[in-house]
């Protein structure tokens, strides 16, 4: 078969001089394990984990994020880890309590759906997710949680549980074609209803 070398059960093991900062791994982190210089398997040698970043990165995939759920679990099960998601430190809490924001605004997407007219309906960057852009005035005339001006408002409902990573956009957009000023002033001349949208 040419160069093909056959399969060895029995790999050769790297020098003990491998120096890990000379790899720049762009998935796993590798540290050495004090004290543990004489193992001669790599797992007693190295200690080896994924990011959290990188944990969470392909989760929410529609297409591949089971098969990459997957891939993590046989990871730690062959590197022995125990993964748990880094605690985030408690809030500091106010000295006067704070009015929460968007009080009496619908929870529900029942609630959403009766009290505004939709406007339009996007599907959300994140898989099960929906935006929902509807009038600032519900459908009894009243106009609660806006600013001057405004003429709609913005709802993210989600079907299923989804975690929303702090460090991740929620919402993306195209070149913004359909936010130029002359657009927008061509749709009210011309009467369109709903906001144009594009992938």
Known sequence: ???????????????????L?????KLIQVEAVAGQTDGRKFSDKYKVKVPANIRGRYADDVVFGGDWKELLTD???????????????APA?????????WVGEPSTMQAL????????KITGRLPGTTLFVVSARDRAGKSENIEEHQEFKLFLAAHIPVEIDPEEFILA???????????????????????????
């Open 1 to 19: 078969m040419g160069n093909v070398r056959a399969y060895d059960p029995d790999p050769v093991i790297p020098p003990d001089d491998v120096k």
């Open 21 to 25: 900062q000379d790899f720049s791994f």
């Open 75 to 89: 990871f730690d099960k062959k590197f022995n880890i125990k993964y748990s998601a880094p605690a985030s430190p």
């Open 93 to 101: 809490k106010p000295d006067t309590p704070e009015k929460p924001p």
């Open 113 to 120: 759906l009766d009290r505004y007219n939709v406007e339009a």
């Open 173 to 199: 957009h195209g070149t913004s074609r359909f936010l130029r000023p002359e657009k927008v002033q061509d749709l009210k001349r011309k009467g369109k209803t709903g906001l144009p949208c594009s992938h």
